[in-house]
């Protein structure tokens, strides 16, 4: 092979043959080899590439230098097809190699599952055993987990696949808990690359579609509002019906558009947020005295934080609160949010000739140690599931970008259960938030 000796000969074999997956190799009768491509590649990525293929620099010793993994396939083929090195291959159709079945939690030791997935064991079968399946099974069962049966959306029930429940949790708490390509999720969990994203899909809506009502319903903690509200008004909050602070939460996302939509048509200008300059969907959230975080949405980027608040519709709910225990309980944000008899804010100055006087900017600096609470959850959850840092790879028209951070905010609460909190901390209410057991918050959402 006239390539340089440092260059294993398998792998430029192996390359070869993975990277030839999508053309077609004739040798016209002069002698001269074309390639003829798919339909699945656009012309202009092929013009490119035969372009850079074609290129003096472009051999194979450069085309292995290449960071990019897809381009350095497709270079190296072309360097290779200027050589004549493949005269004599015969290149089949290759799929998405499997590296074995997915691995089970007793391959890892503890230290390593505590790593990879942010559960200790025992925890992680204590969630298994309260979780439910889209059909409503417990995933845990007397002989042990479940079977998955699940379809991917464009086979539309034709082809079914399986996966143990256990694997199928552990594929989606590796996926969320950092940034993450499928050939890395390969190394450490095994599987093919298609089996892994097809179960963490499912999952993900599962988890979604049957918990997340739990995590946007404030009516939920009515029966502790008379607590929160006594312990805050003691920490030296100057209302004593306060219960929750609201703010807003901006998911940074890839820029919308090209061949990314594959299911949605979005426009870059449909979700671009000129405050944060990125494209991306917002929530509103909302957190209670013992840590438990709340969330609603998502909506676009260009859609302002309060008519989002509007639209979770928390004011009816606080309402109907009120009118069962017979006391209004607040919320409270920052100025975005509107002045209601169950909403108050940060105060806000109306011109610059009239600014703040002395007494109001004494009481944003007093409501300012609430409201960090929140930001310091944002923070948690994205550092303790770090796929939602991500935005280069969250891509809107062909992703469920929208079930992630509600997915990421109940894990965030059933791993405040088990391991504490930061808010909770911070206003001491360690007791109130562990005298509720994961098994009766994820119970909440199977009833």
């Known amino acids: 092979m006239p390539c340089n000796q440092s260059t294993p000969r398998e792998y430029v074999k192996s390359t070869l043959l993975y990277s030839l997956e999508r053309f077609r190799v004739k040798k016209s009768i002069s002698g001269v080899t074309k390639i003829e491509p798919l339909k699945l590649i656009r012309e202009r990525r092929l ?30 083929a072309f360097a290779l097809c200027k050589r004549n090195c493949f005269s004599s291959l015969k290149v089949p159709y290759m799929r998405s190699t499997s590296k074995g079945p997915v ?3 007793a391959d890892f030791t503890e230290l390593e599952f505590r790593e990879q997935f ?32 699940y379809a991917r959306a464009k086979d539309k029930g034709k082809r079914w696949k399986t996966m143990r429940a ?37 999952m993900l809506s599962t988890v979604h579609a049957r918990y997340s009502p739990i995590t946007c319903d404030i009516r939920l903690w009515k029966h502790h509002f008379a607590h929160f509200a006594a312990h805050l008004a003691s ?41 944060e300059r990125l494209h991306g969907v917002k929530y509103q959230c909302a957190v209670m005295p013992n840590g438990m975080a709340m969330v609603w949405g998502p ?13 979770t519709g928390v004011l009816d709910a606080l309402g109907e609160v009120a009118d069962e225990l017979g006391r209004d309980y607040i919320g409270f944000g920052d100025s975005a949010y509107p002045l209601h008899r169950f909403m108050q804010h940060i105060l806000k100055p109306h011109s610059v000739d009239e600014p703040l006087t002395r007494l109001q900017r004494r ?85």
Not at 420 to 435: D, N, P, R
Request: net charge positive; proline share 3%; aromatic share 12%.
């Open 47 to 76: 013009q490119r590439i035969l372009l850079a293929g074609c290129s003096q620099n472009a051999d194979v010793l450069t085309a292995l230098r290449l960071r990019n993994r897809a381009t350095q396939r497709q270079l190296l």
């Open 166 to 202: 256990d694997k199928a949790l552990m594929i989606l708490l590796r996926r969320m808990a950092a940034p993450c390509r499928w050939c890395d999720l390969q190394l450490i969990l095994h599987g093919s690359r298609t089996g892994l994203s097809d179960c963490f899909n499912y």
């Open 363 to 447: 009481y944003n600096a007093l409501m300012a140690r609430f409201r960090i609470v929140v930001e310091n959850i944002f923070a948690e959850c994205v550092q303790c599931f770090g796929f939602l840092r991500d935005r280069h790879n969250l891509r809107l028209g062909s992703m469920q970008v929208g079930k992630l951070f509600p997915v990421g905010i109940f894990l965030y609460n059933v791993r405040a259960l088990l391991y504490g909190c930061q808010t909770a901390t911070y206003f001491g209410q360690e007791e109130c938030l562990l005298s509720m057991s994961v098994e009766e918050y994820i119970k909440l959402g199977n009833d």
């Open 299 to 311: 909506w676009r980027g260009t859609v302002h934080d309060a008519t989002a608040f509007y639209q």
């Open 235 to 275: 920490w030296g909050c100057p209302f004593d019906c306060l219960v929750a602070i609201f703010d807003g939460h901006f998911q940074p996302t890839c820029r919308p558009g090209g061949d990314a939509c594959v299911y949605v048509n979005l426009k870059d200008y449909q979700t671009f947020a000129g405050k």
């Open 103 to 105: 691995k089970e939690p």
């Open 118 to 149: 942010r559960f200790r064991k025992a925890h992680f079968f204590r969630i298994l055993n309260a979780l439910q399946d889209d059909q409503g099974r417990a995933m845990m069962s007397e002989e042990g987990p479940i079977t998955l049966r």
